[in-house]
Nanobody, 119 residues
Framework: QVQLVESGGGLVQAGGSLSLSCAAS????????MGWFRQAPGKEREVVAG????????SYADSVKGRFTIARDNAKMTVYLLMNSLMPEDAAVYYC????????????WGQGTQDTVAS
């Protein structure tokens, strides 16, 4: 089983930056992926960024391209979401997730962390 623990959420001013961390324990599932998702009030959960652990290829939602960066620390088995030029529209609960080794789907989830952007 995989456990995901998130940290780094908080309050920032519009235009500011915030970094989120997601530490994984248990099986590492190298060769699969980890990702960041977010859900704002009244909206469906959406994918923000993805990272293929082996090889490090990344992908981003159009709404965050050029502003957000997903990165990893292989030794710590930790994935980060580096958020720059934050806007009020970015305020949401952010979740990290990991794929299942059996299916490749995002089946493991962190507890979620609140990101608030004030102007």
């Amino acid at each position: 089983q995989v456990q995901l623990v998130e940290s780094g959420g908080g309050l920032v001013q519009a235009g500011g930056s915030l970094s989120l961390s997601c530490a994984a324990s248990g099986r590492t599932f190298s060769g699969y992926a980890m990702g960041w998702f977010r859900q704002a009030p009244g909206k469906e959960r959406e994918v923000v960024a993805g990272l293929r652990w082996r090889g490090g290829s990344t992908s981003y939602a159009d709404s965050v391209k050029g502003r957000f960066t997903i990165a990893r620390d292989n030794a710590k088995m930790t994935v980060y979401l580096l958020m720059n030029s934050l806007m009020p529209e970015d305020a949401a609960v952010y979740y990290c997730s990991a794929t299942s080794p059996a299916t490749g789907e995002y089946d493991y989830w962190g507890q979620g962390t609140q990101d608030t952007v004030a102007s």
